[in-house]
């Protein structure tokens, strides 16, 4: 069984995130008829897909410290599925990314609602606006949703600190990761900080130490889940990076090689950059954000990633970062049962194909 469908996690998110959803689409119908597609396209976006790994981290990390199973805590949980819808719309849009899922993005679906209407302006601006509006909507309920959960107020007040240095980290690191994208800088040391608090620090370390701080954890599982999470959120994101370049589309739910079309300066890059010759090097940065990339410059691209070592070594880095996680969650004292889930999202989210 997946770590992520134990204790009937999977499906009691599910349940949690429907009905709040159902709420909140009445909410908005309230106000206008026209809010409909609004509720309509992020009840698609968060019920219509996702590994549910946030939520399995931060539940697994308050067993850990000794929490004890409710629905509460699965809801107030629930909420980091919407500091990801906003954070995924959001991404799909600074990328021009068509899909998410096999489905199209939302700022391609409301331009396409735009032009089926026939309505006036044009199309593309107004699937971006959507778009932005959609992703702040999310954030704005993952706060909702944390305080509506039912939880005891002293229990919110520990964990809030974490929520808000959560979606801080990962704001700021989207940002660092546009930036990187428009300086070209292709050092692995900024990858690798990228990757880190886009990615990483929220995917696993902070949602681990949001369910820490609702059991009220000790220092020493604080710590230890810090040094868990880290590497292993990092080797998350190598994962990903891996998977932008070599995923399988049917898999993915995205286009093969869209991280190269959008000229994504990932650490999987940047050990390419740094290790091949001035030609491939030269190749590489010349075709790296072209969007009209196609599959023979994808095929390309990826056989001189891969020549050059750097998937290799890319591969390596994973295994080592997985190693460090694992080995400082055998160093401290958890529940027995929550330890061996941690062990196995930790394989389950360096190995996936999707």
Same mark, same amino acid.
């Not at 546009?178 to 070209?184: A, D, H, N, R």
């Not at 990932?266 to 390419?272: E, S």
């Not at 950059?273 to 691209?301: C, F, I, K, M, N």
């Given at each position: ?9 999977? !499906? ?21 008829? =026209? ?32 929490? /004890?199973?409710?629905? !509460?805590?699965?809801? =107030? ?12 719309? $959001? ?14 993005? /939302? $700022?391609?679906?409301?331009? =396409?609602? $735009? ?62 990761? /546009?930036?990187? !994208? ?117 095929? !390309? ?54």
């Amino acid at each position: 069984m997946s770590p992520v469908d134990r204790a009937g996690l999977r !499906q009691r998110v599910d349940k949690a995130l429907t009905e709040f959803l159902a709420g909140q689409r009445a909410r908005l119908t309230g106000v206008d008829d =026209a809010l409909a597609p609004v509720a309509e396209a992020i009840e698609a976006f968060v019920l219509g897909g996702g590994k549910r790994l946030r939520p399995a981290f931060a539940y697994w990390g308050f067993r850990g410290a000794g929490g /004890v199973d409710a629905d !509460q805590v699965l809801t =107030a949980l629930a909420a980091l599925e919407f500091v990801q819808a906003s954070a995924l719309i $959001h991404d799909d849009l600074m990328d021009r990314s068509d899909t998410r899922r096999g489905e199209p993005a /939302v $700022h391609r679906r409301f331009a =396409a609602r $735009h032009r089926a209407a026939g309505w006036g302006g044009d199309p593309d601006g107004f699937g971006d606006a959507a778009a932005i509006l959609l992703g702040d909507l999310c954030l704005v309920w993952s706060d909702e949703l944390l305080h509506s959960a039912g939880l005891d107020l002293r229990a919110v007040a520990r964990a809030r600190p974490v929520f808000d240095e959560m979606r801080t980290e990962v704001t700021v690191g989207q940002y660092l990761d /546009v930036l990187t !994208q428009v300086t070209g800088d292709t050092s692995v040391e900024r990858a690798s900080k990228v990757a880190r608090y886009k990615s990483a620090k929220y995917t696993v370390e902070r949602p681990l130490l949001l369910g820490a701080a609702l059991a009220d954890a000790s220092a020493d599982v604080r710590t230890a889940y810090s040094a868990y999470g880290l590497p292993l959120g990092e080797a998350f994101q190598l994962r990903d990076d891996v998977l932008g370049v070599f995923g399988d589309p049917a898999q993915t739910g995205k286009p093969a090689g869209d991280d190269l079309r959008e000229g994504k300066r990932t650490y999987l890059v940047a050990a390419a950059v740094e290790a091949t010759d001035d030609a491939g090097r030269e190749l590489l940065l010349s075709r790296l954000g072209d969007p009209q990339l196609d599959e023979r410059g994808v095929t !390309q691209l990826r056989e001189l990633i891969t020549a050059s070592g750097a998937l290799a070594r890319t591969e390596q880095r994973i295994v080592t970062l997985t190693d460090a996680a694992l080995a400082a969650l055998a160093a401290v004292d958890l529940d027995t049962e929550a330890r061996q889930a941690l062990v196995d999202l930790a394989i389950a989210a360096t190995r996936r194909a999707d």
